[in-house]
């Protein structure tokens, strides 16, 4: 099992950022995917999550309407749209397939 997460980086209040996570080494369209993030000095929070064919969809309060998530199962990726971006986003992302594994995470700073 692989899980690979890209797209973090700065970027400014207001911005957009787009994180992707490739996955290898199992039939992913079998499987949830969950974007969690970890800002320093707080637990790791479940920010969005989708179901193995997009049928359900949940949202953090705090994100609803402005972060999207998505998969492309015949490429077996999953993508967070993260739009209007907050101070309170920084954090580190992680994706995650549950009882498979865990991303090495992708760094997402907003500055004022």
């Known amino acids: 099992v692989q899980l690979v997460e890209s797209g973090g980086g700065l970027v400014q209040q207001g911005g957009s950022l787009r994180l992707s996570c490739a996955a290898s080494?199992?039939?992913?369209?079998?499987?949830?995917v969950r974007w969690y993030r970890q800002a320093p000095g707080k637990e790791r929070e479940l920010v969005a999550m989708?179901?193995?064919?997009?049928?359900?969809?949940y949202y953090l309060e705090s994100v609803k309407g402005r972060f999207f998530i998505s998969r492309d199962n015949a490429r077996s990726t999953a993508t967070l749209a993260m739009n209007s971006l907050k101070l309170e986003d920084t954090a580190v992302y992680y994706c995650?397939?549950?009882?498979?594994?865990w991303g090495q995470g992708t760094q997402v700073t907003v500055s004022s």
């Open positions: 989708i179901s193995s064919y997009s049928t359900n969809i």
């Open positions: 080494g199992f039939p992913f369209n079998r499987y949830d």
């Open positions: 995650n397939i549950p009882e498979l594994g």
